[in-house]
Protein backbone atom coordinates (compact mmCIF):
# COMPACT_ATOMS: atom_id res chain seq x y z
CA UNK A 1 0.00 0.00 0.00
CA UNK A 2 1.11 3.49 -0.97
CA UNK A 3 2.17 5.80 2.41
CA UNK A 4 4.38 8.69 3.71
CA UNK A 5 6.38 8.78 6.38
CA UNK A 6 7.97 11.94 7.82
CA UNK A 7 10.45 11.12 10.51
CA UNK A 8 10.68 14.23 12.40
CA UNK A 9 7.74 14.80 14.57
CA UNK A 10 8.86 18.30 15.11
CA UNK A 11 11.59 20.33 14.50
CA UNK A 12 13.10 24.01 15.85
CA UNK A 13 15.44 26.01 14.09
CA UNK A 14 17.09 29.56 14.63
CA UNK A 15 15.85 32.38 12.15
CA UNK A 16 18.23 32.68 9.25
CA UNK A 17 19.08 28.85 9.80
CA UNK A 18 18.89 26.20 6.85
CA UNK A 19 16.09 23.55 7.17
CA UNK A 20 15.42 20.36 5.78
CA UNK A 21 12.62 18.49 5.94
CA UNK A 22 12.34 14.58 5.22
CA UNK A 23 10.13 12.80 3.67
CA UNK A 24 10.22 8.81 2.47
CA UNK A 25 7.39 7.53 0.36
CA UNK A 26 6.07 3.92 -0.76
CA UNK A 27 4.70 3.66 -3.97
CA UNK A 28 4.65 1.27 -6.60
CA UNK A 29 5.14 3.85 -9.49
CA UNK A 30 6.26 7.03 -10.46
CA UNK A 31 5.02 8.72 -7.69
CA UNK A 32 3.35 12.43 -7.90
CA UNK A 33 4.74 14.40 -4.68
CA UNK A 34 3.94 17.69 -3.17
CA UNK A 35 4.92 19.57 0.20
CA UNK A 36 1.89 21.54 1.75
CA UNK A 37 2.31 23.70 4.28
CA UNK A 38 -0.37 24.66 7.11
CA UNK A 39 -0.89 27.25 9.05
CA UNK A 40 -2.72 26.54 12.62
CA UNK A 41 -6.55 26.95 12.25
CA UNK A 42 -5.79 27.07 8.38
CA UNK A 43 -6.34 25.20 4.96
CA UNK A 44 -3.15 23.56 3.20
CA UNK A 45 -1.22 25.46 0.87
CA UNK A 46 1.02 23.77 -1.99
CA UNK A 47 4.69 24.77 -1.63
CA UNK A 48 5.88 22.78 -4.65
CA UNK A 49 4.94 19.68 -6.64
CA UNK A 50 7.32 16.75 -8.25
CA UNK A 51 5.99 14.84 -11.62
CA UNK A 52 7.92 14.01 -13.35
CA UNK A 53 11.94 15.62 -15.07
CA UNK A 54 14.35 17.59 -13.20
CA UNK A 55 14.54 15.71 -10.13
CA UNK A 56 15.41 19.31 -8.24
CA UNK A 57 11.71 21.14 -7.93
CA UNK A 58 11.44 24.99 -6.91
CA UNK A 59 8.29 25.96 -4.63
CA UNK A 60 7.07 29.26 -3.62
CA UNK A 61 8.31 31.10 -0.37
CA UNK A 62 12.13 30.00 -1.80
CA UNK A 63 11.45 26.22 -0.76
CA UNK A 64 12.78 23.30 -3.16
CA UNK A 65 13.19 19.97 -2.99
CA UNK A 66 14.61 16.69 -4.54
CA UNK A 67 13.49 13.88 -5.70
CA UNK A 68 15.37 11.07 -5.25
CA UNK A 69 14.45 7.64 -6.31
CA UNK A 70 17.15 5.27 -5.05
CA UNK A 71 16.07 6.58 -1.75
CA UNK A 72 12.52 6.90 -2.39
CA UNK A 73 12.63 10.51 -0.76
CA UNK A 74 10.91 13.69 -1.51
CA UNK A 75 13.76 15.83 0.90
CA UNK A 76 12.33 19.71 1.75
CA UNK A 77 14.61 22.72 2.02
CA UNK A 78 15.46 26.52 2.74
CA UNK A 79 18.70 27.83 2.85
CA UNK A 80 17.33 30.34 5.04
CA UNK A 81 13.92 30.15 7.53
CA UNK A 82 11.84 33.40 8.27
CA UNK A 83 9.74 33.07 11.47
CA UNK A 84 6.78 33.32 9.40
CA UNK A 85 7.88 29.59 8.01
CA UNK A 86 6.55 28.31 10.95
CA UNK A 87 3.69 26.22 10.70
CA UNK A 88 3.10 22.40 9.93
CA UNK A 89 4.68 20.89 7.00
CA UNK A 90 2.98 17.73 4.86
CA UNK A 91 4.55 15.45 2.42
CA UNK A 92 1.86 13.76 -0.11
CA UNK A 93 2.04 11.25 -2.58
CA UNK A 94 -1.27 11.01 -5.32
CA UNK A 95 -2.49 7.48 -5.92
CA UNK A 96 -3.11 8.36 -9.57
CA UNK A 97 -5.87 5.93 -10.43
CA UNK A 98 -8.06 9.07 -8.99
CA UNK A 99 -6.04 11.36 -7.67
CA UNK A 100 -6.20 9.77 -4.01
CA UNK A 101 -3.68 12.19 -1.83
CA UNK A 102 -1.85 10.36 0.71
CA UNK A 103 -0.24 12.45 3.54
CA UNK A 104 2.62 11.70 5.66
CA UNK A 105 1.81 12.76 9.26
CA UNK A 106 3.54 16.00 9.09
CA UNK A 107 6.56 17.63 10.52
CA UNK A 108 5.37 20.88 13.04
CA UNK A 109 8.33 24.18 12.26
CA UNK A 110 8.93 26.43 15.68
CA UNK A 111 11.18 28.76 14.61
CA UNK A 112 13.17 30.93 16.92
CA UNK A 113 14.00 34.47 16.93
CA UNK B 1 -6.47 31.66 -2.64
CA UNK B 2 -7.53 28.26 -4.71
CA UNK B 3 -10.59 28.69 -5.48
CA UNK B 4 -12.17 26.37 -3.49
CA UNK B 5 -14.66 27.63 -1.00
CA UNK B 6 -16.37 25.78 2.14
CA UNK B 7 -18.92 26.33 4.25
CA UNK B 8 -19.32 27.04 7.12
CA UNK B 9 -16.22 27.60 8.89
CA UNK B 10 -16.93 26.50 11.94
CA UNK B 11 -19.92 24.81 13.82
CA UNK B 12 -20.90 22.68 16.95
CA UNK B 13 -22.94 19.51 16.83
CA UNK B 14 -24.48 17.44 19.48
CA UNK B 15 -23.29 13.86 19.33
CA UNK B 16 -25.98 11.63 17.83
CA UNK B 17 -26.92 14.49 15.28
CA UNK B 18 -26.64 14.76 11.70
CA UNK B 19 -24.48 17.42 9.93
CA UNK B 20 -24.06 18.95 6.24
CA UNK B 21 -20.47 20.43 4.96
CA UNK B 22 -20.35 22.30 2.05
CA UNK B 23 -17.98 22.92 -0.54
CA UNK B 24 -18.16 25.15 -4.58
CA UNK B 25 -15.30 23.58 -6.59
CA UNK B 26 -12.49 25.25 -8.37
CA UNK B 27 -13.87 26.29 -11.60
CA UNK B 28 -13.59 23.68 -14.22
CA UNK B 29 -12.49 20.82 -12.01
CA UNK B 30 -15.14 17.82 -12.02
CA UNK B 31 -13.36 15.86 -9.11
CA UNK B 32 -13.93 16.73 -5.33
CA UNK B 33 -12.52 14.82 -2.72
CA UNK B 34 -13.02 15.44 1.20
CA UNK B 35 -10.61 14.58 3.71
CA UNK B 36 -10.55 14.45 7.70
CA UNK B 37 -7.88 15.96 9.56
CA UNK B 38 -8.01 14.93 13.56
CA UNK B 39 -5.70 17.56 15.91
CA UNK B 40 -2.12 16.64 15.16
CA UNK B 41 -2.33 14.30 12.82
CA UNK B 42 -2.52 14.16 8.55
CA UNK B 43 -5.61 14.56 6.57
CA UNK B 44 -7.38 11.54 5.70
CA UNK B 45 -9.09 10.51 2.71
CA UNK B 46 -12.73 9.96 2.78
CA UNK B 47 -14.23 9.92 -0.55
CA UNK B 48 -14.14 10.77 -3.78
CA UNK B 49 -16.58 12.32 -6.62
CA UNK B 50 -16.27 12.88 -10.01
CA UNK B 51 -18.75 13.51 -12.03
CA UNK B 52 -21.54 13.54 -9.61
CA UNK B 53 -20.39 9.32 -9.06
CA UNK B 54 -18.28 8.03 -6.10
CA UNK B 55 -15.31 7.28 -7.52
CA UNK B 56 -13.40 6.01 -4.35
CA UNK B 57 -13.44 5.75 -0.75
CA UNK B 58 -11.29 5.37 2.14
CA UNK B 59 -11.60 4.01 5.75
CA UNK B 60 -14.77 5.39 7.09
CA UNK B 61 -17.93 4.11 8.06
CA UNK B 62 -21.38 4.24 5.92
CA UNK B 63 -22.73 7.09 7.91
CA UNK B 64 -20.07 9.05 6.04
CA UNK B 65 -21.70 9.86 2.69
CA UNK B 66 -21.54 12.63 0.10
CA UNK B 67 -22.94 14.32 -2.79
CA UNK B 68 -21.92 15.98 -5.99
CA UNK B 69 -24.48 18.17 -7.86
CA UNK B 70 -24.05 19.10 -11.66
CA UNK B 71 -22.23 22.31 -11.13
CA UNK B 72 -19.64 19.97 -9.55
CA UNK B 73 -20.34 21.27 -6.02
CA UNK B 74 -20.25 18.80 -3.11
CA UNK B 75 -21.81 18.02 -0.10
CA UNK B 76 -20.07 15.71 2.99
CA UNK B 77 -23.23 14.59 5.26
CA UNK B 78 -22.25 12.31 8.61
CA UNK B 79 -25.25 11.26 10.91
CA UNK B 80 -24.92 9.70 14.42
CA UNK B 81 -22.25 12.41 15.34
CA UNK B 82 -19.26 11.16 17.62
CA UNK B 83 -16.77 12.86 19.92
CA UNK B 84 -13.98 11.44 17.51
CA UNK B 85 -15.55 13.28 14.41
CA UNK B 86 -14.17 16.60 15.77
CA UNK B 87 -12.05 17.15 12.78
CA UNK B 88 -10.96 19.85 10.69
CA UNK B 89 -12.73 18.59 7.00
CA UNK B 90 -10.86 19.77 4.43
CA UNK B 91 -12.37 19.40 0.54
CA UNK B 92 -10.07 19.55 -2.34
CA UNK B 93 -11.12 20.05 -6.10
CA UNK B 94 -8.20 18.26 -8.49
CA UNK B 95 -7.22 18.30 -12.01
CA UNK B 96 -4.52 16.50 -13.45
CA UNK B 97 -3.63 14.67 -10.46
CA UNK B 98 -3.00 17.93 -8.55
CA UNK B 99 -5.64 18.85 -5.59
CA UNK B 100 -6.36 22.22 -4.67
CA UNK B 101 -7.81 22.58 -0.74
CA UNK B 102 -10.56 24.37 0.84
CA UNK B 103 -9.65 26.42 4.15
CA UNK B 104 -11.42 23.49 5.83
CA UNK B 105 -14.62 23.59 8.01
CA UNK B 106 -13.95 22.83 11.68
CA UNK B 107 -16.43 20.41 13.55
CA UNK B 108 -16.91 20.25 17.30
CA UNK B 109 -19.31 17.09 18.81
CA UNK B 110 -20.01 17.37 22.29
Known amino acids: AQSVTQPDIHITVSEGASLELRCNYS??????LFWYVQSPGQGLQLLLK??????LVQGIKGFEAEFKRSQSSFNLRKPSVHWSDAAEYFC???????????FGPGTSLSVIP | ETGVTQSPTHLIKTRGQQVTLRCSSQ?????VSWYQQALGQGPQFIFQ???????GRGNFPPRFSGLQFPNYSSELNVNALELDDSALYLC?????????FGQGTRLTVV
Open chain 2, 49 to 55: YYREEEN
Open chain 1, 27 to 32: YGATPY
Open chain 1, 50 to 55: YFSGDT
Open chain 1, 92 to 102: AVVETSYDKVI
Open chain 2, 92 to 100: ASSSAAEAF
Open chain 2, 27 to 31: SGHNT
